[in-house]
């Protein structure tokens, strides 16, 4: 990082923000673990209905794969957020598109509707969280906070 860059403080709120990032995606990977590793009795055990864990374990590749890229894009975009890396910014990018075609397959495949409500709710917050993450590298990259 350049020294110019280093001397420009940031916000609290950045810092905040992108720390809440990392967690919240240390959490995402785990639940990536669970659903895309766990067998339909693992599934069941977590609470969910036959048909639900059936679903789960009918998930093409393209979707896990979507999966992947957008929690591990968030995951290592919050990681170079922290550092103050301007390479956080594609990586989100990525990441988003990694939710949308999440989004999306939740959709064709059915998984919103045997999942209901709560799996709508819980994927569109994870689409608006990787969005901000997203619009806050841009933002900071802009004003040169990041190297």
Avoid: C, H
């Amino acid at each position: 990082m350049s020294l110019a860059i280093a001397e420009k403080k940031l916000p609290l709120w950045f810092w905040i923000a992108a720390g809440l990032g990392l967690v919240w995606n240390v959490y995402g990977v785990y639940q990536f673990q669970g659903s895309v590793f766990g067998s339909q009795a693992d599934l069941m055990a977590q609470g969910m209905t036959a048909a639900q864990a059936q679903a789960y374990a009918a998930i093409p590749l393209w979707m896990n794969l979507a999966f992947a890229i957008g929690v591990f894009g968030g995951l290592i975009g919050s990681g170079l957020l922290m550092l103050r890396n301007r390479l956080a910014t594609p990586v989100f990018a990525a990441s988003l598109a990694g939710y949308v075609v999440l989004y999306i397959g939740d959709i064709t495949e059915g998984i919103f509707a045997v999942m209901g409500a709560p799996q709508v709710i819980v994927l569109t917050v994870v689409v608006l969280i990787a969005a901000g993450l997203l619009w806050m590298s841009r933002r900071f990259e802009r004003d040169g906070m990041l190297a």
